[in-house]
């Protein structure tokens, strides 16, 4: 174990301490000491094994191939208050973000660590386990993930070649906390107890979706120098928005009541700014064609989200997120023509309830 493990190590508390050797205890009793097959791949690159790098992605690669086992370090499901949560946020998501290279990679993780962070807010909730240390412990983790986010973002979007990839990820992170602020503020209405606690990281929440939705705006006026451009990154925005739609309508009408009514709600507005992007396209309105088609991307995508962490409540607290008494009447009708004249129409994106 090198200095930096060791550190690591010595960081935890004399539970998480304990619950990691009786871990390690358990996996060599059921494991009896043999030479791994990735220890003697790597063992044939010799020349290799001195670069301080390749020893460390090696020993990160292995470890993570041994927690696979579910033995060696049980604990991606920890929350925190539970002894192997220190494992979880000192050990393996720092092993596992060591694997992700490049800027697009490392947005994608921080990406992945806010969402694990908002879930861990959501569970606890839901439960009526958010104490106080757990609400300051998950929020500090989420302004972490969120800020290295940015400067992952920050660093992609130097480069005009790298638009698209901003986009997608500014629009993925946007729909995450979205979503998050729709399923928080239920929450605090079906666990009143646990409202006080989650109030701090749902204002957070809502901050950050507002945040991100002005940057990919700015982002986009930036990038589209003239009405060529802007016109092309509006059709691939109708494409993928219509997309995205058309799954998250096809799941409501699917599930019907077992959908949430901001599940539900969110992808009625999907439709409507759909609608009014195409006429804003039509009408040669490029720059407002594409920020209405693509908050109804990440309308849509909030959609799917919600319904995604309904279902987990669902499934491990039992807790049911007010459900839609029907599907939505617009739903079905995004082909629908629009009466308003397309020459001069240029419509506000429709306000969600998280920018209320």
Do not use: C
């Not at 927690?67 to 050990?91: D, I, M, S």
Request: proline share 4%; charged share 15%.
């Amino acid at each position: 174990m090198n200095d930096e493990w060791q550190d690591r190590f010595r960081a935890l508390s004399e539970l998480e301490k304990a619950a990691v050797r009786e871990e390690l205890r358990v996996f060599m009793r059921d494991h009896p000491a043999q030479v791994p097959f990735s220890v003697r791949f790597f063992e044939r690159f010799d020349s290799a094994i001195y670069n301080p790098r390749v020893q460390f992605t090696s020993a990160a690669v292995a470890l993570v191939l041994a927690a696979g086992t579910g033995t060696a370090f049980a604990a991606q499901n920890a929350l925190p208050g539970e002894p192997l949560y220190g494992v979880k946020v000192n050990v393996e998501e720092p092993i596992l973000g060591s694997l992700a290279t490049s800027p697009e990679a490392q947005a994608d993780w921080n990406a992945r660590l806010a969402a694990q962070r908002l879930s861990e807010a959501v569970q606890l909730a839901a439960q009526n386990k958010l104490t106080p240390a757990a609400a300051s412990t998950i929020a500090g983790g989420l302004d972490q993930a969120a800020e290295n986010f940015d400067a992952n973002v920050a660093h992609l979007a130097t480069s005009s070649s790298n638009a698209a990839t901003v986009a997608t990820l500014t629009s993925n992170m946007e729909a995450t906390f979205a979503a998050n602020t729709q399923v928080m503020a239920e929450l605090q209405n079906i666990v009143p107890n646990a409202a006080a606690n989650l109030a701090p990281i749902l204002s957070r929440v809502q901050e950050r979706a507002v945040s991100l939705n002005n940057a990919r705006t700015q982002f986009d006026k930036a990038t589209q120098a003239n009405s060529g451009q802007a016109r092309a990154a509006a059709q691939t925005a109708l494409s993928s928005a219509q997309q995205q739609v058309n799954q998250v309508t096809a799941k409501v009408v699917q599930t019907r009541s077992a959908t949430s009514s901001s599940a539900s709600w969110q992808a009625e507005q999907a439709q409507v700014e759909i609608q009014s992007g195409k006429e804003n396209l039509a009408a040669g309105n490029y720059m407002a064609a594409l920020e209405t088609l693509q908050a109804a991307t990440v309308e849509a995508q909030a959609a799917q989200i919600n319904i995604s962490i309904g279902e987990q409540l669902s499934s491990a607290t039992g807790i049911q997120l007010p459900a839609t008494s029907s599907v939505p009447a617009a739903f079905g009708q995004t082909e629908a023509t629009s009466t308003v004249n397309t020459s001069t129409v240029i419509q506000p994106r429709v306000r969600s309830r998280h920018d209320q």
